[in-house]
Nanobody, 115 residues
Framework: VQLQACGGGLVQSGGSLRLSCAAS????????MGWYRQAPGKQRVLVAI???????KYVDDVKGRFTISRDNAKNTMYLQMNSMKPEDTAVYYC??????????WGQGTQVTVSS
């Protein structure tokens, strides 16, 4: 499975962005997809996941502000980010868990929220 993320950019505090992650390859084997983020000097952490049956989970920091979704017809996952805060500034990575124990990562897209 190969992943291509896009949609990052610069936004003011309180603004919105939508990230996209297009999947290709053995997409029928994908069990779960998700978004992670890595702020400068910090470890990469989970933001949200979505399972093959549409179940979602979010970390507390983004609950009520971010929405993860997927369009199976387009093989694309999205992260709608609203009410953004400066602490959301990070490089955002999409991931896919597929097959028995495989993980693929997208290349990362920079999101910067100005105060």
């Amino acid at each position: 499975v190969q992943l291509q993320a896009c949609g990052g950019g610069l936004v003011q505090s309180g603004g919105s962005l939508r990230l996209s992650c297009a999947a290709s390859g053995s997409i029928f084997n994908i069990n779960v997809m998700g978004w992670y983020r890595q702020a400068p000097g910090k470890q990469r952490v989970l933001v949200a996941i979505i399972t093959s049956d549409g179940g979602t989970k979010y970390v507390d920091d983004v609950k009520g502000r971010f929405t993860i979704s997927r369009d199976n017809a387009k093989n694309t996952m999205y992260l709608q980010m609203n009410s953004m805060k400066p602490e959301d500034t990070a490089v955002y990575y999409c991931m896919a868990g597929w097959g028995p124990s495989n993980v693929s990562w997208g290349q990362g897209t920079q999101v910067t929220v100005s105060s």
